[in-house]
């Protein structure tokens, strides 16, 4: 084998030549432009502005790009940030002393209102409404995003503070920018986490933007409170959406289905044809380290093997799905299962973690809450329940989605999510008349309980 | 990316010069990453937006350079991660691999104005396939003419492996393109 040397610029040969001038040549037309450039500069201002402004949020949104729009309008945003993640937490429900005159806990009581026992249980079953627990957008998938309504009631109370403690995580395979961090180059995320956004306009495209302050995806969310309302609660800004967004084990949910574990297999070997790219199950390896095992380096037998491998898991994948859509009613039935799975899944990270809900009082002591958000006891009827709901109102024919898209996934708007109709597994709009009159759709899905003293 | 944390640390004119300067090569990155257009501008947008926001001090026009092309790489490997990207925008990307399409010369991928594919398609197309890590010392190798030294900094490893994988990435770009007549491109 020819080695390498770059002080020669060993590329002499007519091959190599021919190389860089075919990919000169490639990129030659490939410039910027002075509305792409302009862009940037309208964020920047925009940045800028919000520095100066000190504008309260909910306003004048930082404009995220279209991929991270996408991400969210799908529902599906995984926890990209890595921020620290937090053991299960074991504050008490007891009024912390801030040194500031802190008061006796029983002198603060508050409560998420979503969260107010009933007399006989601290599990409250919670409509799938505004004023509850509802999923964003309705999807076919291992993650969802629920909008919370994050009302809570006490005596004064002038801020509240929400994270999520005790998510699990899953790992990934970190990019060199981590490589401080992640020396074995194995990243770990939450799985759960806390997202605040606004509703916004990027470009042509509308979707979910950060807040004016603070970010897409905080580490916590501190909200100050208004004045308290004629129903005795403390409401959150108009305008800010907060939510949870739960996925679950990503090789679970592709192992619930044999037509997924197809797919899951045939994108493997397109996406990461060597198997050293595995996101899912990233092997830990040195950054430098260049050897053959490391870098997936193949022998010739494996790599002429390849796209034969690759072409047969592609049949198997378009024959399980020919199979499990073979009718209109198989399609339908096979789809409800795979939106029941999604959620189900998704409820084995969602019970694991706890939201932790901090107030903070006029006199300036604290007490923290804990709860836990999980499916409801009947949830395969209630979701099955969903999903009829959802293929009426929107007019959904999943067999013929299926057939145009190839794929499983599909997504449904209603008022939570903002009506966009955009994306390639868009299944339909539910109006928000259709949704509050149908008792299948606004039937609690989630329960949440005050777990403080468990 | 950019959020409401972020402030803002130079002038307009600043980052416009930069744009001037190195806006090209950090978009044929991106689109040598991503493969699409529209990502490859999305990207461009983090990346300058990351440096007017960014308090790094540049001791030369190769060291920005060096530093916006990292930021590039980084950012197309956050796009990589992102739930959307693998699950649907990665579905156009399965119907161009080599392993579904046994002509490397068949033009499946979505071109247009000022697109590589326009211009050359089975180089470009192979360059598309290469594992990243051999991708991206090749794309920056060959197109932006950096040295090992200089893409080691930019890629974040030692010299030695931008060597290694240098070596590699062309012997799979060659493989890939087997049998085409070199001459022709």
Redesign the interface.
Known sequence: ?R??D?KAGD?AS???E???????????????SPR??D???D???D??S??DAQVPHGRSP?L?????V??VA?G???A?AIGAMSSPASPSGTTQDSGTGASEASEHPFSLSIAQASETSKEVSVAATNDGIRPVSDEVSR?QELKLNLSVTGDNITSVTYRIVGSPTEK?RA???D?DRFPDGVGTRDLVSLHQAVWGSYEQTEGFV???????QPESITIDYGQRSADGSYHTADGVYHFVAASGDMQSYWDSDPTLQALDA??D???S??G??D?ENPTPRA??D?SAEA???DSEQE?AS??K???EL?AAYDSALADATSTPEKAYEWTRKNYISGFVTCNDSLSQARLEVTATFADGSTTTRLYRIELVDDYERVLSDRFDALCEAAGTIPADLIAR???P?MDWDTSASHVRGE???YAGSISDEQYASDPRLTAAMYTITDVTEE | ????????QRS?AF??DA?SAW??SV??LA??QTGSR??A??V???V??SL??SPTKFESDEHLKAWLL?VT??RC???R????????A??E??DR????S?DPTSDSVVGG????E???PP??DA?RRL???YRTPV?LF??EEM??ARIAEV????E??V??????G?EK???TLEGLD??A?
């Not at chain 1, 190389?19 to 037309?29: C, D, M, R």
């Not at chain 1, 995220?64 to 991270?68: K, Q, S």
């Not at chain 1, 950060?210 to 897409?216: I, L, R, T």
């Not at chain 2, 691999?97 to 579904?100: C, I, M, N, Q």
């Open positions: 084998m080695q390498f770059d590329f007519g091959a190599d021919a190389i860089k001038a075919g990919l000169e040549s490639a990129v030659s037309e490939v410039r910027t792409l450039d862009r940037v500069i964020r920047i201002r940045i800028r919000q520095q930082v995220l790009p279209r991929v991270a996408g991400a799908c599906l945003a995984l990209v993650s990934y990019s060199v920018m490589k950060a807040p004016k302050e603070g970010q897409f045939w994108l070997a397109t996406l044809p060597d050293s790219d996101n950054w430098d260049t870098e997936g380096q790599r390849r796209p491998r690759t072409n592609r898209t190839g794929l996934w994306s390639m597994t | 990316m950019a959020d409401g944390r972020e402030r803002v307009d980052v416009r744009m806006g090209d978009l044929r689109l040598a529209a990502d501008e999305d461009y947008q983090d300058f937006v007017a926001c990292r790489i980084n490997h956050d796009l991660r992102t739930w959307w990207w693998r699950h649907i990665s579905m990307e399965l691999e080599p392993s579904t046994e104005r000022g697109h590589p326009d211009s050359c180089l470009w360059l594992p990243e890590r794309f060959y197109v040295s090992c890629a974040g490893c030692r030695s492996t060597r290694t994988r240098l070596q590699r062309r770009l060659r493989k070199y001459e491109i």
